[in-house]
């Protein structure tokens, strides 16, 4: 399953086989992040394309969820999110550097017009 950020991009893990020798295969889950700003300033930015699989269902990000786990009130969670992705996206319209840090998941850095998702290595 997929989690989208509405205005950002989409999370999600894909299994997929790793060779481990000439008939050893390992079938792992893969972190993979989809920038899904849908603006025309952001076409100048090289990223990747179509890297998350058609079979995988995407639901929206879970604001209820996120207000239990962190007892803010579930319009202030979604309010911090939104304004959140606003501010990424001021910096990476204005041509700035930036990064971007989930916890426990890995840093959304912009520069030199690429972006890129590094996942910390427990992912």
Not at 45 to 71: M, V
Request: aromatic share 8%.
């Amino acid at each position: 399953q997929g989690v989208l950020l509405a205005g950002l991009g989409t999370f999600c893990t894909v299994r997929e086989p790793l060779r481990l020798g000439k008939d050893d295969v390992l079938t792992v889950r893969r972190p993979v992040f989809q920038l899904e700003m849908d603006m025309v300033w952001l076409q100048r930015l090289q990223r990747p394309k179509g890297t998350l699989p058609d079979n995988i269902k995407i639901k929206p990000l879970n604001y209820r969820q996120l207000s239990l786990a962190t007892s803010f009130s579930r319009r202030v969670v979604k309010d911090c999110v939104q304004e959140t992705i606003r501010l990424f996206s001021a910096h990476v319209r204005n041509k700035e550097k930036v990064a971007f840090a989930f916890r426990d998941v890995g840093v959304l850095t912009c520069q030199e017009d690429k972006v890129h998702m590094s996942f910390y290595a427990h992912c």
